[in-house]
């Protein structure tokens, strides 16, 4: 007995040692157990699918629509800027300094109304001085004239006497001298030529004070350009220089500072840049509605007034150009607006809602059931609206199902189960 328990003795351990052999015995059993456990909860689910499906892939739900007619009300919402229907900067005509500044900022203006003056004393000293001259001329030209009456009469005299003479020595030679007759022709030359002398000097004279008074009616309307008028009536939206100030003359000087910026508001010409897939559809006419994002309780009515006809090579755009009403000049000029546009309106049109589009590679698809198989179709849309737009393939009519729900799931080719809306 003794030799037995020497031989089958048990050697105490240390009392860490034996706690890691008692943990690792307890980790061993656990995994053991866990795995026989998964095995069965694995066959369990799999046994479950297999029930549900019977045995095959799972097929995926859809929501589908149909296509249905329905009456059809397109429109296109553009933001665009209300610019002045004109602007001019207004610069002096002529040189001089500015002696009346008669408007400012703000302030309305009248087309023909005075709204400053220069002075300019060349001007003045010129046109007395033409003035001056033109009387001194006319006064030679009066004494020409009185000389021009009495050589026309001594002309007549002579030639009637020189007649009279040349006659009676045609009948009668034998009783009149050919010396008389002579005379009497010399005398009639000499106050002929003395006439047509007058006659020349009256002429140039006459000429001279035409230019003088050409020159004098110059002057004048340098100072009439000496008043500065508005263009058109509107509005005075900047004024650049103050009273004194020199101006040069923006007719002689190209970079001459303007005096003052006018804008005519009434109408406002709203500019909006349709985009290319639009510019097809803007006509001349087109109703339009109008709000201003600075005017909540205001809405325009107004039509398309012109179109460029032509796209932006950059942006890709038609520049598009709508008169506003706005006697009140409650639009100012560079506010925000918002154009809606009313492209078309058609009953029984074929449409889908906009949440059946699918954007493949950057372009819009459906995507339709058909034997429970998803076809991918391109998309042809005509009119669009808020909700809806207007289908334009051929493929697709009123019973062919379009997907609405579970585009993300499926993909061309995938089997579905469609669910009719």
Request: glycine share 6%.
């Amino acid at each position: 007995m003794r030799k037995f328990i020497q031989k089958y003795r048990l050697t105490i351990l240390p009392k860490s040692v034996f706690a890691l052999i008692m943990i690792a015995c307890c980790g061993f059993f656990s995994c053991n157990t866990n795995s026989e456990s998964g095995s069965s909860s694995g066959n369990g689910d799999k046994q479950a699918y297999q029930s549900n499906s019977g045995g095959k892939a799972k097929i995926q739900s859809v929501e589908v629509i149909k296509p249905q007619p329905r009456p059809f009300s397109a429109e296109i919402l553009i933001s665009g800027t209300a610019l002045p229907n004109q602007t001019a900067m207004i610069h002096a005509m002529e040189s001089g300094y500015l002696s009346q500044v008669n408007k400012d900022i703000g302030d309305k203006v009248s087309k023909g109304e005075k709204i400053a003056v220069l002075q300019n004393p060349e001007i003045g000293a010129f046109l007395a001085e033409a003035s001056s001259a033109i009387a001194i001329e006319e006064a030679t030209l009066q004494t020409l004239q009185s000389e021009t009456a009495s050589a026309n009469a001594d002309e007549k005299t002579k030639k009637s006497l020189f007649d009279r003479l040349n006659q009676v020595f045609k009948e009668t030679p034998q009783l009149t001298p050919i010396a008389e007759v002579e005379k009497a022709e010399g005398q009639y030359e000499m106050a002929k030529a003395k006439l047509i002398s007058i006659q020349a000097k009256i002429n140039a004279q006459q000429k001279k004070i035409d230019g003088l008074k050409k020159k004098l009616e110059f002057a004048k309307t340098r100072r009439n350009m000496q008043s500065v008028t508005a263009p058109f009536s509107g509005i005075v939206t900047k004024r650049f220089l103050d009273k004194g100030s020199m101006v040069q003359s923006g007719i002689s000087n190209p970079s001459a500072k303007a005096i003052f910026e006018i804008q005519d508001i009434d109408p406002i010409r709203l500019t909006l840049p349709v985009p290319e897939s639009d510019a097809a559809s803007i006509k001349k006419g087109m109703e339009v509605n109008i709000t201003f994002p600075e005017l909540p309780n205001k809405s325009f009515q107004a039509t398309v007034s012109r179109t460029s006809n032509a796209l932006d090579p950059l942006s890709k755009t038609m520049q598009v150009e709508i008169d506003v009403d706005n006697a009140d000049g409650s639009i100012v000029s560079g506010m925000y607006a918002k154009a809606r546009l009313q492209m078309a309106s058609r009953d029984n049109v074929l449409s889908l809602p906009i949440t059946a589009v699918k954007l493949y590679q950057d372009v819009p698809h459906v995507l339709v059931v058909e034997d429970e198989i998803v076809k991918r179709i391109e998309l042809r849309k005509g009119l669009t609206g808020k909700d809806y737009f207007e289908v334009l393939n051929a493929d697709i009519n009123k019973e062919t199902m379009v997907i609405i729900q579970g585009k993300g799931l499926v993909k061309n080719g995938d089997r579905v189960k469609p669910v009719i809306k």
